[in-house]
């Protein structure tokens, strides 16, 4: 057996994708019970000149699928940003996981070497597939995820890190 | 080439220990420039009931070492959790960065399939490593770096995405 590149990054993306969406309901549990409007909620943030928690969502699905699609070499599906409630923003992250989870394993054989350039701060950066992988999808991924995750917590919806991690793939 | 366990773990975790101890330096020039006392920073938090800043430091830094350790079956330092200052958090950042790094590419041969198990929730929980680092010790790591970030950026310390980044493995 070996480690592909495949299994560093698809699965573990739709793992929190999933947990997101499971997080999303524990918040529209939490609006229901504290009479508190979910578009609170949805435009909260931790400072003035962050994004809200919906934006962190949006990002965060930007981030799995233009991760996914750019080390499969397939086209990045374009999501416009008009989500307004829990329910769109589940949508989303469905939307997400499902076009991820669609993508052939075999499309990302030999994406370690492939080169992957981004349009960073008006200029191009280069990574090979493996740094792009590492030092940047993923850290970017994994900061809106629990950015919006922080933002509910901070808003005081009972949730734990249990929730966040969702449903770590344990062996029997 | 190929996509090695080690790639995936040591070189990210470093990137982010770095950028934790980066984002410390900007956090007391911010306390310099606002006058305000370091220990309030140090014991920020999000939530009453969460961890403060000084507490995600030193949990981020037992994912990173614990992490390490168990993929390249080595014992795992412990660090008492004493630290108070800035200073001292990095120096915890530091020492678990050199920690990492001091541990052969080699031993990470194979820790795809190495059997983990870890305690949690009291009962016996077990992995293949591989699963591991992906849905369990990558995403923890993550969830508690990005926590101390969003705890300085609560508070007002004027940094952005680019700090927690940090040291971007980009190629030329």
Redesign the interface.
């Known amino acids: 057996?070996?480690?592909?590149?495949y299994?560093?990054t698809v699965?573990?993306v739709q793992?929190?994708l999933g947990s997101l969406s499971a997080l999303i309901d524990k918040a529209a549990a939490d609006c229901e019970a504290r009479k508190i409007d979910p578009a609170t909620i949805i435009g909260y943030r931790?400072?003035p000149d962050?994004f809200a928690f919906a934006r962190q969502i949006q990002v965060a699905t930007d981030n799995a699928k233009g991760l996914c699609a750019r080390l499969a070499d397939v086209e990045i599906p374009s999501y416009p940003d008009v989500e307004t409630t829990f329910d769109e923003l589940k949508a989303r992250l469905a939307k997400t996981s499902d076009f991820i989870g669609s993508i052939p394993a075999a499309r990302f054989d030999g994406a370690?070497?492939r080169?992957i350039t981004l349009k960073l701060g008006g200029r191009d950066?280069?990574?090979?597939g493996?740094?792009y992988?590492?030092?940047?999808g993923?850290?970017?991924f994994?900061?809106h995820a629990?950015?919006a995750?922080?933002i509910l917590?901070?808003a005081?919806v009972a949730i734990g890190?249990r929730d966040?991690?969702g449903a770590?793939?344990?062996?029997?």
């Open positions: 057996m070996s480690f592909s590149l299994q560093a699965p573990p793992q929190i931790l400072a962050m370690e070497t080169k950066v280069h990574f090979t493996a740094n992988l590492t030092g940047f993923l850290p970017n994994y900061f629990t950015t995750y922080d917590r901070h005081g890190k966040f991690l770590v793939p344990v062996n029997a």
